[in-house]
């Protein structure tokens, strides 16, 4: 190769005539951080000239109120119905608590390897480098394929809750769905920062609702409502704590307790989504961390006392309740939420919750549709974007069941992510240790490693395994192929990519985790230091 000056750094000539670079700190320094990381990530300036690179447009509140609505999402005002129903209230405590540890797990694991790379693509790239190109192949796909459907079980969703309105119901489904469509993928063609936005104000929504209902749980409970009734566990104790399910005495509460287990996989789907906009973050090393930490509060405030409210508010046989999940009734009325309010006689509250079911569902669509369309923008988001039509489903089956459908579709997807960056993380853990990096110094480091991450992909295949075993008794075809169809996807993809490309499993010495990172770190010496000036900024910065 030759050798070619170069202001910014020096540069050697390849084979094709374009220049590679070699001291990509220089080029941080002459040409921007954005161009020093893309000739970083290719290993070829001409290349990062020519295909340019993501812009870090997401700021820190950004991010933070990202990793705060991706934790809340229709599984926990709507789909937590169907799960209390079957298992009653001790059982989805635990089974959201249970699964929740499990999300923590995983996420401390993402959350290292995302702060020592913080790159476009993360899941994919991070199983690509440590594991297996082939893997990499494959949870790529996956989390395509997770976001795609997701985003058809969101719009569904929506179109759901939105007929709970009397003028709605006598509008088509179909304009409906249209309209979420339009709305989504006009958030998401223009910048980066509009969709930022965009997420900011419907976690904001989101989350002053979920606190609020949590303070109106507990005043209901002890007696404040029209009422004056004071609730207390009297449903734990009559119907009962634990429901049978599938099953009687000892085994029937076990199955309906891991039922829960498998409906709380769906509703923590897209808490990985912190790390997609990783590649998109700006200062993504102070940031990532910040997200990821505050998961487990985010988890147990949410979802752990979210379920534990639900539980005393109504008993799991209130005939409303089952009635709205069996007829497919419209709007929020399967919400627990909803039915909790109608029982305490506070009449406005139902209509505010279904308008916020509705931003959450769209909110959710806008966040899946940005997870499954990150690369060439424009083409990404109209390949996404048509797969939502699959939606339009709706029109003739109902959309309720087409919800629960793609549930089931979504729910093995997440769990195969969730495992796939499990693996990761133990492989990444290895080369890490191969190649003499001592964890001390990593900027993020998450505890009980790599335990933490045998954990969580143990508790997660034990629920892909036995995630439909209400369908064999007796045998369901359909529900068979929703809840199961998912495994043969991820391993078929992964044997294509395997025998196609002819990769191999990595060995730890040679596993790749410096590529992009000398750029990342030049770039963190010219990012200036936030500090707060008064008071308020001291409050608004450990928010946001």
Same mark, same amino acid.
């Given at each position: 190769?030759?050798?070619?000056?170069?202001?910014?750094?020096?540069?050697? %000539?390849? &084979?094709?005539?374009?220049?590679?670079?070699?001291?990509?700190?220089?080029?941080?320094?002459?040409?921007?951080?954005?161009?020093?990381?893309?000739?970083?990530?290719?290993?070829?300036?001409?290349?990062?000239?020519?295909?340019?690179?993501?812009?870090?447009?997401?700021?820190?509140?950004?991010? /933070?109120?990202?990793?705060?609505?991706?934790?809340?999402?229709?599984?926990?005002?709507?789909?937590?119905?169907?799960?209390?129903? /079957?298992?009653?209230?001790?059982?989805?405590?635990?089974?959201?608590?249970?699964?929740?540890?499990?999300?923590?797990?995983?996420?401390?694991?993402?959350?290292?390897?995302?702060?020592?790379?913080?790159?476009?693509?993360?899941?994919?790239?991070?199983?690509?480098?440590?594991?297996?190109?082939?893997?990499?192949? +494959?949870?790529?796909?996956?989390?395509?394929?997770?976001?795609?459907?997701?985003?058809?079980?969101?719009?569904?969703?929506?179109?759901?809750?939105?007929?709970?309105?009397?003028?709605?119901?006598?509008?088509?489904?179909?304009?409906?769905?249209? %309209?979420?469509?339009?709305?989504?993928?006009?958030?998401?063609?223009?910048?980066?920062?509009?969709?930022?936005?965009?997420?900011?104000?419907?976690?904001? #929504?989101?989350?002053?609702?979920?606190?609020?209902?949590?303070?109106?749980?507990?005043?209901?409970?002890?007696?404040?409502?029209?009422?004056?009734?004071?609730?207390?566990?009297?449903?734990?104790?009559?119907?009962?704590?634990?429901?049978?399910?599938?099953?009687?005495?000892?085994?029937?509460?076990?199955?309906?307790?891991?039922?829960?287990?498998?409906?709380?996989?769906?509703?923590?789907?897209?808490?990985?989504?912190?790390?997609?906009?990783?590649?998109?973050?700006?200062?993504?090393?102070?940031?990532?961390?910040? @997200?990821?930490?505050?998961?487990?509060?985010?988890?147990?405030?949410?979802?752990? =006392?979210?379920?534990?409210? %639900?539980?005393?508010?109504?008993?799991?046989?209130?005939?409303?309740?089952?009635? @709205? %999940?069996?007829?497919?009734?419209?709007?929020?009325?399967?919400?627990?939420?909803?039915?909790?309010?109608?029982?305490?006689?506070?009449?406005?509250?139902?209509?505010?919750?279904?308008?916020?079911?509705?931003?959450?569902?769209?909110?959710?669509?806008?966040?899946?549709?940005?997870?499954?369309?990150?690369?060439?923008?424009?083409?990404?988001? +109209?390949?996404?974007?048509?797969?939502?039509?699959?939606?339009?489903?709706?029109?003739?089956?109902?959309?309720?069941?087409?919800? /629960?459908?793609?549930?089931?579709?979504?729910?093995?997807? &997440?769990?195969?992510?969730?495992?796939?960056? &499990?693996? +990761?993380?133990?492989?990444?853990?290895?080369?890490?240790?191969?190649?003499?990096?001592?964890?001390?110094? =990593?900027?993020?480091?998450?505890?009980?490693?790599?335990?933490?991450?045998?954990?969580? =992909?143990?508790?997660?295949?034990?629920?892909?395994?036995?995630?439909?075993?209400?369908?064999?008794?007796?045998?369901?075809?359909?529900?068979?192929?929703?809840?199961?169809?998912?495994?043969?996807?991820?391993?078929?993809?992964?044997?294509?990519?395997?025998?196609?490309?002819?990769?191999?499993? #990595?060995?730890?010495?040679?596993?790749?985790?410096?590529?992009?990172?000398?750029?990342?770190?030049?770039?963190? @010496?010219?990012?200036?230091?936030?500090?707060?000036?008064?008071?308020?900024?001291? #409050?608004?910065?450990?928010?946001?």
């Amino acid at each position: 190769m030759e050798k070619e000056a170069y202001d910014g750094g020096t540069l050697e %000539i390849s &084979s094709n005539g374009s220049p590679q670079l070699e001291d990509p700190v220089k080029l941080v320094e002459e040409k921007g951080i954005r161009l020093g990381e893309a000739a970083d990530m290719y290993g070829d300036l001409g290349a990062a000239e020519e295909y340019g690179y993501v812009a870090r447009g997401l700021k820190s509140r950004h991010i /933070q109120f990202i990793a705060l609505g991706g934790t809340i999402g229709t599984g926990l005002f709507l789909g937590i119905g169907r799960a209390f129903t /079957q298992a009653g209230p001790l059982s989805i405590l635990l089974g959201y608590t249970f699964t929740g540890i499990a999300i923590y797990a995983m996420m401390m694991s993402l959350g290292e390897m995302a702060t020592w790379l913080p790159l476009p693509g993360a899941i994919p790239q991070f199983c690509a480098r440590y594991v297996d190109g082939a893997m990499g192949f +494959a949870v790529g796909w996956n989390n395509w394929y997770n976001s795609a459907i997701t985003l058809c079980a969101e719009i569904s969703a929506a179109a759901v809750v939105i007929q709970f309105w009397n003028g709605a119901r006598d509008i088509n489904v179909a304009a409906w769905i249209s %309209i979420i469509i339009v709305l989504i993928v006009c958030l998401n063609v223009f910048a980066v920062a509009i969709y930022g936005e965009a997420e900011f104000v419907f976690a904001s #929504i989101k989350i002053i609702t979920i606190v609020g209902l949590l303070i109106f749980a507990l005043i209901i409970d002890l007696g404040g409502g029209p009422t004056h009734d004071r609730l207390g566990f009297r449903y734990w104790n009559d119907p009962g704590a634990m429901k049978e399910f599938k099953g009687t005495g000892d085994k029937g509460r076990f199955l309906g307790f891991f039922s829960v287990l498998v409906n709380a996989a769906f509703s923590y789907g897209g808490v990985e989504m912190v790390a997609v906009a990783a590649g998109e973050a700006e200062n993504p090393r102070y940031n990532i961390p910040k @997200a990821v930490r505050r998961v487990f509060w985010r988890i147990l405030f949410f979802y752990v =006392l979210g379920s534990l409210a %639900i539980g005393v508010l109504i008993p799991y046989d209130e005939p409303r309740l089952l009635g @709205a %999940i069996e007829n497919g009734e419209p709007g929020g009325a399967a919400s627990p939420w909803v039915i909790a309010v109608y029982r305490a006689g506070v009449p406005v509250l139902p209509s505010i919750i279904n308008a916020v079911i509705l931003t959450s569902a769209t909110s959710s669509a806008n966040a899946f549709l940005f997870t499954g369309s990150r690369g060439v923008p424009y083409y990404c988001i +109209a390949v996404t974007a048509s797969i939502s039509l699959l939606t339009y489903m709706s029109c003739s089956s109902g959309a309720n069941v087409v919800f /629960q459908w793609f549930q089931n579709l979504v729910t093995i997807a &997440s769990l195969f992510t969730w495992m796939s960056v &499990s693996v +990761a993380y133990i492989r990444f853990h290895a080369a890490l240790k191969a190649q003499g990096v001592d964890r001390n110094t =990593l900027v993020f480091r998450s505890p009980f490693q790599p335990y933490t991450a045998y954990f969580s =992909l143990i508790f997660f295949a034990v629920i892909t395994v036995f995630n439909g075993f209400y369908v064999f008794g007796p045998f369901d075809k359909n529900s068979f192929v929703t809840n199961y169809v998912g495994i043969p996807i991820y391993f078929v993809l992964y044997a294509f990519w395997k025998i196609f490309k002819r990769t191999r499993w #990595i060995p730890s010495a040679e596993a790749d985790i410096q590529t992009g990172k000398a750029a990342l770190d030049a770039a963190d @010496a010219h990012r200036p230091e936030r500090r707060p000036r008064n008071v308020i900024e001291r #409050i608004w910065f450990w928010i946001a």
